[in-house]
């Protein structure tokens, strides 16, 4: 038999992340090269506990075909918080849960991309969201990250020049790859050309719980006056990843089109996992919970950039962060970046070469990203170390 | 902010079964329309077991994320299962866990069809398998069933006439909702003539443990040399549907095509049911377990034939079955199928309506669906006998 693919398709590889993480598997290899959350990160106890009262108590509820939409209860509880804590939600909006934020991307794009329209991304953004967005033959325009955020001329230009763009994907807190958060002016520019151009925005927000320093800024979506913006929300990096939980809190037409396209996709998201996430919130002490992944992440990222110090400067050089799970580091010039990434793994380090986050990959970059939840200290030093040893070596 | 969506969902509609579904919510309704297992038919006791053992004993494999292509524990035992029991799977295909067997639809379709290429399905067929292959804007076109399955010369004619046909899709067995199980004869003649003319096979089989009478046909898959075959597996209904846990064994090249768009679907499906799966197939007596299913429906479907003899004939004439959780009931010439439904609805019993599961619903249709699984033995009592009643008032 010979295969043909979809035009959609053909082209499409597998995520150099996903694959990374499969070499990153080797236990002798440290990897810096994951988005995982700590291990020590996970409510284990409470899940634990949580699971045991829903078979005991409503085991079938558990077991049987739910709805599309999600949990309600979880859809009502998640719609009170989203509002009263973080004014995200109007009452045009609607939401939905799905299998991990992943799936949010899909649902969109699906509902509002023909093939070949186009979706605007900050470059450079996350490789899972790109490929997502290249599986429906959209096609991608980066607009370059200045140290608060995309670039708005670039951006306005793009939108002049781009009458297919259909929406501007955005992770505002903590951006991976590169850790920047947008500023609150920023934001609100971004606003305003999306109105003045009637393009949507997808406002992806999967890290905004793990600031560690400096002070919240207002989402995009609380700015939302005119069912503009899709808000992303994720419970895999302040619950648990491998539960796929995530929401989508968006314009009701929006959401009801992505409800028909997650019918034909799964039905309905483990409805387990949402139960366990719906009694953690309301039960357990969830605000506790996230102060305790603040101090986790906050210590991690201070020892990281200690070790980014004594190791890595002066050749290399990284953005300041305030929350998140990653560190963008930039390599000098002159020295070929893929190349010291493959030098990187033979030495049993793993880093993500930054190309990989563009929306070509072919195009040149000097940047990796180093992830500093998933190693313990002692991977992270070690890693560290290693990759400090080879810059030196090849400066000297 | 006026919205627009892509071509491919712009005329998508919620289905009809799940639309019904929230209906059917209604307490004082009698709903014979969802295909929900029974309640009673699941492994409580053991989920609960093994679900406090893993996050006794491994908690963090459970929450943390995972392979795209599933849990390996879990894709080993089903590939030695599958190739055991059911002779399915060669050494040229691998297999992929899916969050449901709706996702193995949604995949395949994603990697092999473009924008108006053609889906040969049966007539009538699953409607949400045929609200995923519309939602990539795939032309469906329907093969009319005989009473041992789908027409051959109709396949062949439709072969001849579609040079876009992507695939076949079947469901082989007790299929949905008719009821009906492909001959063996019909399911070499259905592999000559995917070979002959290039065509895949699309392979749904989530009812095949439950077969209540008669014997087991081998699967069209297990009759594959060429790689023509992707077949499609679930527990929904022989572990947990809530738990969204399928399969699709496929020769190797889709096999990486499904999994790059799984990758952007949802990364991963959830890790902690594909455990308990794993677990329940390994360690606890699955075949105890299946002999029990099938005890369970063969007394269901018992009562429910019995009770449409007693009420509905002889207006009403229905498939025999052999297995699965459904029967297809046809209403003599003249009765206006959709106004009996509506009419039954009002009377607080829901059935789905024939032209529902049709590649264009807008056809002429005497037939709806039974379902016999969830409804308990009173339910089904009460819900036939007012079907009965409503029936020979029409007739008087």
């Known amino acids: 038999m010979e295969y043909t693919f979809s035009k959609r398709v053909q082209t499409l590889k597998p995520s150099a992340i996903r694959e990374i993480f499969k070499y990153a598997a080797d236990p002798t290899v440290v990897s810096l090269s994951a988005g995982n959350p700590a291990p020590e990160a996970f409510p284990v106890k409470a899940i634990e506990e949580i699971s045991a009262r829903i078979f005991r108590e409503n085991p079938i509820a558990a077991l049987q075909y739910s709805f599309t939409e999600g949990y309600p209860a979880l859809r009502d ?28 991307m899909d649902l969109l794009t699906k509902s509002v991309c023909d093939e070949g329209d186009v979706v605007l991304c900050e470059a450079p953004s996350f490789i899972g969201s790109l490929n997502t967005f290249r599986s429906y033959n959209a096609r991608l325009r980066g607009i370059p990250m200045d140290p608060d955020g995309m670039n708005m001329e670039a951006l306005e230009k793009a939108l002049q020049e781009e009458p297919r763009a259909r929406f501007i994907y955005t992770i505002p807190n903590f951006q991976n790859p590169t850790g920047i958060t947008m500023s609150l002016e920023k934001r609100r520019r971004l606003y305003e050309l999306a109105k003045k ?33 899709v808000y992303c929300g994720s419970f895999s990096k302040v619950i648990s990843p491998g539960m796929r939980v995530g929401y989508a809190i968006a ?14 996709s799964d039905v309905h998201t483990n409805i387990w996992s949402q139960m366990v996430c719906h009694t953690f919130l309301t039960e357990y002490d969830f605000d506790a919970h996230l102060a305790g992944l603040r101090e986790i992440y906050k210590k991690k990222s201070a020892l990281a950039v200690s070790l980014l110090e004594e190791h890595l400067a002066p050749y290399i050089k990284w953005e300041p962060i305030e929350g998140g799970l990653f560190l963008w580091c930039t390599l000098p010039d002159g020295v070929n970046m893929p190349e010291f990434c493959k030098e990187a793994v033979l030495r049993k380090v793993c880093v993500v070469p930054g190309n990989a986050f563009l929306t070509d990959e072919s195009l040149p970059c000097q940047s990796f990203r180093i992830n500093f939840s998933t190693p313990t200290d002692e991977q992270l030093t070690k890693g560290i170390r290693i990759l400090g040893d080879l810059i030196r070596e090849w400066m000297a």
């Open 251 to 264: 314009p009701k037409p929006l959401f009801q089109k992505m409800v028909v396209c997650k019918q034909g």
């Open 77 to 104: 509880t998640l719609r009170t918080y989203m509002k009263t804590r973080h004014n995200v939600g109007q009452d045009s909006d609607d939401i939905l849960i799905t299998s991990g934020a992943q799936q949010v």
């Open 197 to 229: 151009y009637q393009v949507l925005i997808l406002e992806d927000n999967p890290y905004g719980d793990l600031r560690f320093a400096g002070e919240s800024i207002p989402s995009v979506k609380s700015l939302d006056q005119d069912g503009l913006v």
